[in-house]
């Protein structure tokens, strides 16, 4: 079947600008997470959504990093004002409340 | 804090031969998961093998092995006949409260496989 899916696959730019990431999950995963994986951080959650509840938001790094997930399927990370330490590869998971978290292709963000 | 500590940033070793990923966490949460994830240069993110814990035996995936040492907070990778294919950046992670939550990473440690 069809994995987690991730757009666009690369985004360039400039300082100041807001940009939008989505993730399609794996069709009928309760759990959707955003992680940031950078050189000079690694690998950071970033945000998780489970089913209604409400997010859990303690990882974003500031309040310019927003996201939503519309209808419990897909997601949508803004973040505003994009500075230069923005520039990572942000990827999404999904998970069936199980233990394996199935991973995006990622995008890869340049902020210039 | 919780924490996971990779202390190999690079690990080199020749084909069917066994290597040891070293993973150590602190956490003082009782209920919690430990996981390897393995890395190639795709960059895709590949789920390895999970031990929760309080599984009392050492979890296994095909060539790959999870040695718990709780008292120790101990949590190596052990990937027996290794194959060229192999190579790639491994990270161990943790989530608290079992499974389910978000994912805590180590630094990762780049294994090379040689013939």
């Known amino acids: 079947g069809a994995g987690v899916s991730q757009s666009p696959s690369n985004k360039v730019t400039e300082k100041g600008k807001d940009v939008e990431l989505r993730c399609d999950p794996i069709?009928?995963?309760?759990?959707l997470y955003w992680y940031r994986q950078s050189l000079g951080q690694g690998l950071e959650f970033l945000i998780y959504?489970?089913?209604?509840?409400?997010?859990?938001k303690s990882g974003l790094p500031s309040d310019r990093f927003s996201a939503e997930r519309t209808g419990g399927s897909v997601s949508t990370l803004t973040i505003q004002r994009t500075q230069q330490e923005d520039s990572a590869v942000y990827l999404c998971?999904?998970?069936?409340?199980?233990?394996?978290?199935?991973f995006g292709p990622g995008t890869r963000l340049t902020v210039t | 804090a919780q924490k996971i500590t990779q202390t190999q940033p690079g690990m080199f070793v020749q084909e069917k031969e066994a290597v040891t990923l070293d993973c150590t966490y602190d956490t003082s949460d009782p209920s919690y998961g430990l996981f390897w994830y393995k890395q190639p240069s795709s960059g895709e993110m590949i789920f390895l093998i999970y031990?929760?814990?309080?599984?009392?035996q050492n979890a296994t995936e095909g060539r790959y092995s999870l040695n718990f040492q709780k008292a120790r907070k101990s949590a190596n990778l052990v990937i027996s006949a290794s194959q060229l294919g192999d190579s790639a950046m491994y990270f161990c992670?943790?989530?608290?409260?079992?499974?389910?939550?978000?994912?805590?990473f180590g630094k990762g440690t780049t294994l090379s496989v040689s013939s």
């Open positions: 031990q929760g814990s309080y599984d009392q």
């Open positions: 069709s009928g995963h309760t759990a």
């Open positions: 998971a999904s998970s069936l409340q199980g233990i394996e978290q199935y």
């Open positions: 992670a943790m989530s608290l409260y079992g499974a389910g939550t978000a994912l805590i």
């Open positions: 959504f489970q089913g209604n509840s409400a997010p859990d």
